[in-house]
């Protein structure tokens, strides 16, 4: 019976004795993202932990001082809780600034983990090793993949088949349709995608871009037209390019100010519209081939281009340029459209003419090219820039004609000059002659008086 007794016992204390070794273990680990870039910071964390409550511990950090400089928390702890039922985890911050590339390590040097019931704990460590490069050597492992896997319209067919390396598609969808939705799936997981996802469309051309961005930054577009049928399409050619006429007014987004909404009938098809009667004029939607919609002037069957230009809640209508007396006409260029204009004093002003088309008057507008902005340009300030121009041609002829007048009396006293001094030569030369008889008719005389002796 003792013996049976003894066998029970040791069994347990050999059931035991494992039991209190496990819970009786500590582990202090370091983790980061194992990644750095010369110049930069990296944070490393360090972590005590048991599966059974601990009381106190210590341990020093070591790393390479060569390739790592401490910024930041401290290298070596000695902590403990003061709570009575222990702790099972601990954390501590480390921040490193790198300074050269390599391979470094952070290690958990000496250490000592004693349990709540202040009994030494066994420790088991994880280190940690960081690889470090610089910036370009960072930027050499990103991936050039910048591929579509999967390109599609969801319930709609496009064209061509998709293969990673067309890059253009189209697509048609029927009249009815409003809304479609871009599916696409990249080929790299480190890449983004830009363009997908539910899109409005309109009757006509509906350009897409879907953008794929590689993980270096190199990009790739896919273009994707979604043309909505339109079954009866009313086609008009306005200076070369063609056009569809707008038959949904919720696809022309850009309202005419100024203008009333109503419709007209073209083709025996019913459009939107819009009608000024101030002007005169009624303007229609149109679509090019590319998707953009413009209004257009409609009269009767014929169609051109209608372009107002706004500021200062001035909208103005531009005419065809009347003639102004003095000024050069020349080309600008207002909101991407090229009109005809009259230079006005400095490089950055030009008058053109033109309709308020709340108003309909006519007048001239004083452009202000640098702060694209329109103001009246009245018969006053006409009149007023005339007459400086009459004035400064008055001043040019004033003072043109006291440069000739100077000319002719320089020419003049040149003239009297020259004739002066040919006198004055004439005379001494007479003078001289003269003196020159003298001598002769005094010699003579003198002779004679010889032969006479």
């Known amino acids: 019976m003792k013996r049976i007794k003894s066998l029970m016992i040791l069994l347990v204390v050999l059931i035991l004795i494992p039991l209190k070794v496990n819970a009786a273990s500590a582990s202090i680990n370091v983790s980061t993202s194992g990644k750095a870039v010369v110049g930069n910071t990296i944070t490393a964390t360090v972590t005590v932990s048991s599966g059974t409550p601990m009381g106190s511990w210590q341990f020093n950090v070591n ?65 940690a090793s960081i690889k470090i490069m610089t910036q370009a050597e960072l930027e050499a492992t990103y991936s050039k993949n910048n591929n579509l896997k999967k390109l599609e319209i969801e ?82 050619t306005i200076n070369g390019v063609d056009y569809n006429v707008v038959k949904r007014a919720d696809n022309i987004e850009n309202k005419p100010k100024g203008f009333e909404e109503t419709t007209i009938t073209i083709d025996e098809v019913e459009v939107p519209a819009f009608k ?42 531009l005419l065809e340029l009347k003639e102004l007396k003095g000024y050069e006409k020349t080309t600008i260029t207002i909101n991407d459209v090229e009109v005809e204009a009259y230079k006005y004093g400095n490089e950055d002003f030009f008058v053109v003419y033109g309709k308020n088309i709340e108003t309909g008057e006519e007048s001239y507008y004083l452009y202000d090219e640098k702060e694209n902005t329109f103001q009246r340009f009245n018969d006053q300030q006409v009149e007023k820039y005339e007459k400086q121009i009459q004035n400064y041609k008055y001043a040019v002829y004033a003072f043109s004609g006291c440069l000739i007048l100077i000319f002719i009396c320089f020419i003049l006293s040149r003239i009297v000059s020259a004739k002066r001094k040919r006198k004055i030569k004439e005379s001494k030369l007479e003078i001289a002659v003269e003196s020159e008889i003298e001598k002769k008719e005094e010699l003579e005389n003198k002779n004679k008086s010889k032969r006479r002796k």
């Open 63 to 127: 790393y390479d001082n060569s390739k790592l400089k401490l910024v930041g928390g401290t290298t070596s702890v000695a902590d403990y809780t003061t709570s009575a039922s222990g702790v099972k985890s601990k954390s501590y911050t480390l921040k490193f600034q790198v300074l050269k590339n390599g391979n470094a390590s952070i290690n958990i040097g000496s250490y000592l983990v004693y349990a709540i019931d202040e009994s030494q704990m066994s420790v088991s460590t994880g280190n």
């Open 155 to 236: 319930g709609y067919e496009i064209s061509p088949e998709f293969n990673k390396d067309t890059l253009e598609y189209t697509a048609i969808v029927p009249s009815t349709v409003d809304k479609i939705n871009i599916i696409a799936a990249k080929e790299d997981s480190t890449a983004s995608i830009e363009g997908s996802g539910e899109k409005e469309v309109k009757e006509g051309a509906n350009p897409f871009e879907i953008v794929v961005t590689a993980q270096n930054g190199s990009s790739k577009t896919y273009k994707l037209v979604v043309t909505v049928e339109d079954v009866n399409p009313i086609e008009v």
């Open 276 to 317: 000024n009667d101030v002007l005169g004029i009624t303007l229609v939607g149109i679509k090019d081939s590319e998707g953009n919609v413009k209004l257009a002037i409609y009269n009767d069957g014929d169609y051109s281009i209608y372009q107002d230009f706004t500021s200062n809640n001035l909208t103005i209508y």
